[in-house]
């Protein structure tokens, strides 16, 4: 199951800089499901204890969607120190979520 | 089924009453086709009109650029408030990374909140192509097609589509037809563009409703100020024709009294006749005498400027140009105008409505030809009469006999099968001078005049002559009139002429009546009679000569 609303997790490493994770999802439909668990995967691979993770439910915060004009989904918008990064689709592309992230950049 | 009015004028009229409610229409057309107004158009008409809010979801162009672009049509868009018309921005982000299978759930959800908070009715797709143009294959496109659809029935939203890619054709990114889209919607409209003889040419089809009649044929329509205006088509709903009883004076009382109290009110008037024949004379004097009344009138022009005509009219004591000053008559000079006859016909219809117009005079009507129209769309000309008649507008209108055969629409015969009155002006070249007929060849509904009235151009303006029929029933015209010294046997061989001649023009206007060609052909007979006539004179004079040399001849024993 997806955990909704905005838990954040999980426990920080407070001197090091973290890149903020927040994942649109549209209720259950299998590519969000993919999505998180890749985005998951992906993290405990390379940021270790260096993120925060929100999922949010299109279908449950339309306004916060719309705030972030989410059209496609699933959709995982990264704050890096660098910007803010968009990429849309189930994740299953490791190679271009590297990229995008850049994670030798984080902190 | 329930339709939804799109408020565009003379579309809800081919499809019947408008677009299916609660359904989904797609509209498909090339660049610059009109696809973007028509749904912008349906939306404001909605929200402003009909009390339906509606949501315009723009997948290609700027929504900021959009409602720039759309303060240009006179829709009081200003007026409409954000709650009841809603720009929303959906333009693909350059920016966004891909990784994997995505779907439109976020814009649904997205806007599934905003329908419900507007109370939306209406929403329009434009340019959905632009958004699956995102997706990574067919197989995804054709889910998501689906899943929008599903969520169209679900919200009971009327929906409109717009693809600049038509959905039976391979997209340009390589992506198969999507016709599968066309089975799934309950409308399908085409809109087409193109350029025939250096005219803008716009035409509407609606090639599928579910569940509903429809005008199956192409429609040419326009793009005005006002926005989309489909051409008006006989027997449409709002072709109410309102008969009248009611007469107006020629601006002649001798034509009112062949016509036996002058033209109906809202009839359709036709002049034919060759060059020099006086047709723009009678429209004047209609116009004219239509100001004196107070009724307010539209003089279009398509061959000259409005001073020379103005000027020109003044030789024959025509003077238009107090009811110019006055504002009740306006003058168009339509020469310069460029587009096609759709383009006049709307110009013609807007500067109606904008004068308060009653009385319009299209001089000539035959430049309403101009239209690339082709197949079975009712010509303009027609349309024009038309949609007079159902304002209760008169309308009199010119048509020179010589272009008959370069006009493919607003040829003379084919404009006089639909005009209630038809009256052709005509002269002879006779023993140096000119004599001008005019010869009422139908009124419908009046009783008329069937002699062949002589008139003549004076600086006094058009007087008509009593009918000098001494001849044995020819209409003596001109100098026909002063005494005759002519041998017995030449007026008996003229006689039957005349009388083979006046049989001959009769059959003619039996053959106009009956709106055919024959007419010219009768015309010719009657001429080919006179030079026989003619000919026949020569020849017995110059046997009386011989005659009378014959004994000269016996006494020289020749």
Not at chain 2, 378 to 402: F, N, Y
Request: include cysteine; charged fraction near 25%; proline fraction near 4%.
């Amino acid at each position: 199951m997806i955990e909704l609303k905005h838990p954040v997790e999980p426990a920080l490493a407070p001197n090091h800089t973290v890149v903020r994770f927040r994942l649109y999802v549209a209720g259950n439909l299998p590519n969000s499901r993919r999505a998180v668990a890749n985005l998951r995967a992906y993290c405990a691979e390379y940021l270790p204890g260096r993120y925060e993770l929100e999922i949010l439910d299109v279908y449950e915060v339309p306004e916060r969607a719309l705030e972030d004009r989410i059209a496609l989904t699933p959709q995982l918008l990264a704050e890096t120190a660098h910007g803010t990064r968009r990429i849309a689709g189930d994740l299953s592309d490791k190679a271009s979520l590297v990229d995008a992230i850049d994670t030798t950049r984080v902190g | 089924m329930k339709k939804a009015a799109t408020g565009i004028r003379g579309f809800d009229d081919i499809a019947l009453g408008g677009l299916p409610a609660g359904r989904t229409t797609l509209v498909q057309g090339g660049a610059g086709a009109g696809k973007t107004i028509f749904a912008l158009e349906t939306l404001v008409h909605g929200a402003r009109d009909f009390g339906e809010p509606g949501i315009f979801v723009c997948f290609e162009e700027d929504p900021t650029h959009l409602r720039e672009n759309a303060q240009a049509f006179h829709w009081g868009l200003d007026g409409i408030a954000e709650k009841d018309l809603h720009f929303f921005e959906a333009r693909p982000d350059r920016d966004m990374i891909r990784s994997g299978d995505v779907d439109i759930s976020g814009l649904l959800a997205v806007l599934q909140a905003l329908v419900k908070q507007m109370g939306a009715k209406r929403i329009v797709f434009d340019a959905l192509d632009m958004l699956l143009a995102e997706m990574a294959n067919p197989d995804v496109i054709r889910r998501e097609v689906h899943r929008l659809n599903d969520w169209l029935h679900e919200m009971g939203l009327t929906a409109i589509i717009t693809s600049k890619v038509y959905v039976t054709d391979s997209s340009p990114w390589g992506h198969p037809p999507m016709d599968f889209i066309e089975f799934m919607v309950d409308c399908s409209i085409m809109l087409r563009n193109e350029i025939v003889n250096g005219a803008s040419q716009r035409h509407v089809r609606i090639s599928k409703y579910r569940g509903s009649a429809f005008q199956e044929n192409e429609t040419p329509f326009v793009v005005g100020a006002q926005g989309i205006d489909v051409a008006f088509i006989h027997g449409s709903s709002k072709a109410v024709i309102l008969e009248s009883a009611e007469r107006m004076s020629t601006g002649h009382p001798d034509l009112d009294d062949m016509l036996e109290g002058g033209y109906f009110r809202g009839a359709s008037i036709l002049f034919t006749g060759y060059p020099g024949t006086a047709k723009t004379t009678f429209c004047a004097t209609f116009i004219a005498a239509a100001c004196l009344r107070g009724e307010k009138s539209l003089f279009i022009s398509f061959v000259s400027r409005e001073d020379e005509i103005v000027r020109n009219l003044q030789s024959v004591s025509i003077d238009l140009k107090p009811h110019i000053d006055s504002g009740m008559l306006r003058m168009v000079s339509a020469r310069a105008l460029r587009g096609s006859g759709e383009t006049h016909m709307l110009t013609i219809r807007t500067l109606a409505h904008e004068h308060g117009a009653t009385c319009i005079v299209t001089d000539p009507l035959s430049a309403l030809s101009k239209s690339g129209n082709r197949g079975s769309a009712p010509g303009v000309a027609e349309r024009l009469i038309d949609w007079a008649k159902s304002e209760g507008i008169t309308v009199i209108c010119t048509s020179r006999l010589d272009d008959a055969d370069q006009l493919d629409e607003a040829r003379p015969l084919q404009i006089s099968t639909i005009a209630d009155t038809w009256i052709h002006l005509s002269y002879d070249l006779h023993a140096g001078e000119r004599n001008r007929r005019l010869s009422i060849i139908k009124a419908r509904g009046t009783g008329h005049s069937n002699q062949v009235q002589e008139f003549a151009l004076t600086d006094a303006g058009v007087k008509f002559k009593d009918v000098d029929t001494s001849a044995g029933g020819d209409m003596l015209v001109g100098s026909q009139r002063g005494p005759r010294e002519r041998s017995a046997d030449v007026v008996m061989r003229e006689r039957e002429a005349a009388d083979a001649r006046e049989a001959a023009r009769m059959n003619g206007e039996i053959a106009q009546l009956e709106g055919g060609i024959a007419v010219l052909n009768a015309q010719l007979e009657a001429r080919r009679l006179e030079a026989k006539a003619i000919t026949e004179r020569t020849a017995e004079q110059e046997g009386d000569t011989e005659q009378e040399r014959d004994p000269v001849r016996d006494l020289r024993g020749d």
